[in-house]
């Protein structure tokens, strides 16, 4: 009796254990392997091997969540078959953000509902001299120095730098909440970080002092309210 190799697991076996219609030359999708797992064209030879070192089938690797195939899609195409630490069969590589987590004040959220906007269209309608926004501290892992600055739209601020940079590793890993006057607290923050200064906005200062020194200041601000108010 004729054999064939399968074209999915690399076993021979005869020609009863394949469907004639995907019997090319010899090699072919054992039944077997055609009910674990399935035929599709655009099922590449990378998601084959994710499907086979995960033992799942293909709608199973669909439902996993994004991230998470996109991890495993990566480790197929560098390492593939010649895999050899186990260890790696169990990693799920987080979904990470390179922006830290902000919300936009009340008054914005009230225009944006008055005025049936979308967050970006509001934001691009606000007058060009508002100092309001938020202080952030930028980092890239090529360089000791941070910049501090200070924006309304952090998430477009972000993406203008990462324009530059081909693997998109500049992060905001503090964002302050929301002031009033954004522009003044810059100044004030730089002005405490002075003897760090290197050039620009750029200071060769550690994360830790440079949001201790913002958050001193937002505290600052909001006993002055509390003695306004009292």
Request: glycine share 4%; aromatic share 12%.
């Amino acid at each position: 009796m004729k054999t064939c190799t399968c074209t999915k697991c690399n076993t021979e076996k005869s020609e009863d254990g394949f469907y004639p219609s995907m019997i090319r030359n010899g090699r072919g999708c054992c039944k077997e392997c055609f009910k674990k797992y399935g035929r599709n064209k655009k099922w590449t030879a990378s998601r084959s091997w994710v499907q086979k070192t995960w033992d799942m089938t293909r709608q199973q690797f669909y439902d996993l969540p994004k991230h998470i195939r996109s991890a495993r899609m990566t480790m197929a195409r560098k390492h593939g078959a010649e895999v050899e630490d186990e260890a790696w069969l169990n990693i799920i590589l987080p979904k990470l953000s390179n922006i830290a987590p902000f919300s936009y004040p009340p008054e914005h959220e009230k225009r944006l509902r008055r005025d049936g906007r979308t967050t970006e269209s509001a934001i691009k309608a606000r007058q060009a001299n508002k100092d309001d926004g938020f202080l952030y501290i930028m980092e890239h892992p090529a360089w000791a120095e941070r910049k501090l600055g200070w924006t309304y739209n952090p998430p477009s601020r972000l993406s203008a730098f990462n324009v530059c940079c081909p693997h998109k590793e500049f992060t905001f890993p503090y964002i302050s909440v929301y002031l009033e006057d954004a522009r003044l607290a810059e100044s004030i923050v730089q002005e405490a970080l002075k003897e760090y200064h290197v050039s620009g906005e750029w200071y060769e200062v550690s994360r830790e002092l440079a949001i201790k020194t913002i958050e001193d200041y937002v505290e600052l601000l909001n006993d002055k309210k509390k003695q306004k108010v009292g």
